[in-house]
Every structure is written in C-alpha cells, then in structure tokens.
T-cell receptor
Framework: GNSVTQMEGPVTLSEEAFLTINCTYT??????LFWYVQYPGEGLQLLLK???ADDKGSNKGFEATYRKETTSFHLEKGSVQVSDSAVYFC?????????WGAGTKLIIKP | ETGVTQTPRHLVMGMTNKKSLKCEQH?????MYWYKQSAKKPLELMFV???????ENNSVPSRFSPECPNSSHLFLHLHTLQPEDSALYLC??????????????FGQGTRLTVV
C-alpha cells in the first residue's frame, strides 16, 4: 500500500543553519505530495505542496521538490529561525485521503 | 484562524463518562474528517464525511461515534473510553472534487485525557 517515511526527530539546529528533513514515499500512480506544519498548541497547516514530478513547492522560505526517480520530497530551508520550531509532516494523497508520515520535530536554538 | 473551530480545547473525562467533541467549519467545504494524534505515532484517520455521508471508518472502536448533521458541523461522541484513548483529536475539512485531493484545513484540536 501507499506509505510515507520521514526522518525521525527531533532535529536540533542553531539559528541560521541549513535545514533538510527527509521524506520518501511509496505509491502507485502519481500522487500529490504535501508538507504540513504544526506549531505548539495548534492544529496542522499546509506549508507547501507539489502535484506532479519535478514540481517545486515553496512557502515561507521552505522548499521541496517532487522527485519521482528517488520517490522523495525532502523539505529544505536555507536559514532557519527560532520561530520555525514545530513538527513537520510529510503526506501524500491516496484516493482523496492523506497518508501521513510520523512527523519530525524541529527545534531551533538561538 | 483556519476557519475550522473545535471545542472544547481540553477535556478530562472518566472512563464511565459520556462527552462530545464539536467541530465547525466556515469554509463551505464538503468533506470533514476526524483524526487522532498520539505521541510518536502517525496521524490516524478515524472518520471521513463527504456530503454528510460517512465514507470512511478506519476500524475505530464503537466507543467513538461520529455525527455529521450538516456539511458545516461534525461531532465525535465519546463513551466508556479507555486511558489509551487519551490523545489530541483533530478535525479537518476540505473541498473534495473528482479530480484531485485538495488542501485540508485543521482545527486546533481537543486535548483529551481519560482518567
């Protein structure tokens, strides 16, 4: 079946460091791919998405590229801030529902 | 503010209690969802309602009972829960079409503790 695998956290970085959170998927067909973010005490919010191979989603300085050849959708940011501390979820759509990764907690230290 | 409101934000209940979680969306969406979020586990989809019809029930125990009286409101009725049911319960909505999945909007969740 379809599945999403994310790197385990927590990921701890200093402010202004480069961020990569890995996400790989298994799916039939060509699903859309998503990154959601959950800030402390809040629900999930869509961060970015890509709907076909080689698409790049971007938002708030974060980027992720839909790589069909490696079945990956890694999240990157060039310079993280303390306010980026949150839990990040990778997901794909399957039959009009989302399949979720386990989430990666990101901690940014000043 | 995502347009999806959940109440209450926090709930503590005994194993013999009956309580309900409420979700309301102001986005005009046609699909609503209940998710369970437990520590260190992937989000678990519990129920899906599409056009007020339940289209998905992922083997959820009968002590959880959903209700969708209209396309804007969704309830989760709880009775005789177990301590392992303690979790964050998230409601979400989206606009479904035949072509593609679209973005889900989430409420802030209800933190449930069963004692």
């Amino acid at each position: 079946g379809n599945s999403v695998t994310q790197m385990e956290g927590p990921v701890t970085l200093s402010e202004e460091a480069f961020l990569t959170i890995n996400c790989t998927y298994t799916a039939t067909g060509y699903p859309s791919l998503f990154w959601y973010v959950q800030y402390p005490g809040e629900g999930l919010q869509l961060l970015l998405k890509a709907t076909k191979a080689d698409d790049k989603g971007s938002n708030k300085g974060f980027e992720a590229t839909y790589r069909k050849e490696t079945t990956s959708f890694h999240l990157e940011k060039g310079s993280v801030q303390v306010s980026d501390s949150a839990v990040y979820f990778c997901a794909l759509d399957s039959n009009y529902q989302l399949i979720w990764g386990a989430g990666t907690k990101l901690i940014i230290k000043p | 503010e995502t347009g999806v409101t959940q109440t209450p934000r926090h709930l503590v209940m005994g194993m013999t209690n009956k309580k309900s979680l409420k979700c309301e969306q102001h986005l005009g969406h046609n699909a609503m969802y209940w998710y369970k979020q437990s520590a260190k586990k992937p989000l678990e989809l519990m129920f899906v309602y599409n056009f007020k019809e339940q289209t998905e029930n992922n083997s959820v125990p009968s002590r959880f009972s959903p209700e969708c009286p209209n396309s804007s409101h969704l309830f989760l009725h709880l009775h005789t829960l177990q301590p392992e049911d303690s979790a964050l319960y998230l409601c979400a909505s989206s606009q479904e079409s035949r072509d593609r999945y679209t973005e889900a909007f989430f409420g802030q969740g209800t933190r449930l503790t069963v004692v």
